[in-house]
T-cell receptor, first 116, second 113 residues
């Protein structure tokens, strides 16, 4: 149980295009999902908290207009990188937790984005 | 928010126990200690968590000192597939039921044949 999936697993796009990444909780419902970003040889950095049915909460320094988050259902959150640039190339990872308090977070396999 | 300190790297022989230490001297009474690991190019994997009692599951054991200022993750019989970065995290409570995890640099455990 407690499986989180992401799609796609990797994507290559041209500079200026938008890329959508999906995060799904496969066997539980999650009112909250978290989006992280990880640059090479660095640790995970929380980008935003995705809340079902309401606006996402972004961490300081993360542009909300560039990283659009939609959490339209209890099992799906999407992160759209708008007008992607090479500096947005990174490993994007989501997490979600079962249970009312979502005490333990389970992570997706990650999406590697390369912007040319 | 309690922070954690972990060694940058550790080595362990295959088949031996791997003991990964973590200091969290500023932990507060209602904060849990969580351990995750990240194998290269994958999402983090949950290992174990605890509050003040020692915990054991099929993956590992977690030993928390009585004053809760430090803990040790024990992999009883390390295999090559246990080579990963291990993160010790004190879970931060942020408003209502939303909990976020703050990742440090972790410990790179290398299991050698």
């Amino acid at each position: 149980g407690a499986v989180v999936s992401q799609h796609p697993s990797w994507v290559i796009c041209k500079s200026g295009t938008s890329v959508k990444i999906e995060c799904r909780s496969l066997d539980f419902q999650a009112t909250t999902m978290f989006w992280y970003r990880q640059f090479p040889k660095q640790s995970l950095m929380l980008m935003a908290t995705s809340n079902e049915g309401s606006k996402a909460t972004y961490e300081q320094g993360v542009e909300k207009d560039k990283f659009l988050i939609n959490h339209a259902s209890l099992t799906l959150s999407t992160l759209t990188v708008t007008s992607a640039h090479p500096e947005d190339s990174s490993f994007y990872i989501c997490s979600a937790g079962p249970g009312r308090n979502q005490e333990t977070q389970y992570f997706g396999p990650g999406t590697r984005l390369l912007v040319l | 928010d309690a922070k954690t300190t972990q060694p940058t790297s550790m080595d362990c022989a295959e088949g031996r126990a791997a003991n990964l230490p973590c200091n969290h001297s500023t932990i507060s009474g209602n904060e849990y200690v969580y351990w995750y690991r990240q194998i290269h190019s994958q999402g983090p994997q949950y290992i174990i968590h605890g509050l003040k009692n020692n915990e054991t599951n099929e993956m590992a054991s977690l030993i928390i000192t009585e004053d809760r200022k430090s803990s040790t993750l024990i992999l009883p019989h390390a295999t090559l597939r246990d080579t990963a970065v291990y993160y010790c995290i004190v879970r931060i409570r942020r408003g209502g039921s939303n909990y976020k995890l703050t990742f440090g640099k972790g410990t790179l455990l290398t299991v050698n044949p």
